[in-house]
Nanobody, 125 residues
Framework: QVQLVESGGGLAQAGGSLRLSCVAS????????MAWYRQAPGKQRDLVAS???????NYADSVKGRFTISRDNAKNTVYLQMNSLKPEDTAVYYC???????????????????WGQGTQVTVSS
């Protein structure tokens, strides 16, 4: 019914840029907070950046000044512009939506902590 679909991952050289997109599809009424997480092999999934519906942002220290999160509420889309990429940015990047309200049949439902399937980002040195 509701899906988060990421795109824009791939291979980049150190110092390069990539832009990730995540579209929430379905009969969505509202999404509160959206975020990007990443998980490198053998490591836990960590927050990269988050953005509230009012566009307040928060970043991990490791990406401050290099990554920018933004969103388009009308399109239910969140973006992650990644500049000055480093090999240590290599990971699977996951989109997250918290307090996602949608209609299902005649009901209104809210899902918490909704995840996309992930997109691979690989940065070569």
């Amino acid at each position: 019914q509701v899906q988060l679909v990421e795109s824009g991952g791939g291979l980049a050289q150190a110092g390069g840029s990539l832009r990730l997109s995540c579209v929430a599809s379905g009969r969505i009424i509202q999404i509160n907070d959206m975020a990007w997480y990443r998980q490198a092999p053998g490591k836990q999934r960590d927050l990269v950046a988050s953005i509230s519906r009012g566009r307040s942002t928060n970043y991990a220290d490791s990406v401050k000044g290099r990554f920018t999160i933004s969103r388009d509420n009308a399109k239910n889309t969140v973006y992650l512009q990644m500049n000055s990429l480093k090999p240590e940015d290599t990971a699977v990047y996951y989109c997250n939506a918290d307090r996602l309200t949608y209609s299902s049949g005649s009901s209104i439902r809210t899902s918490y902590n909704y995840w996309g399937q992930g997109t691979q980002v690989t940065v070569s040195s």
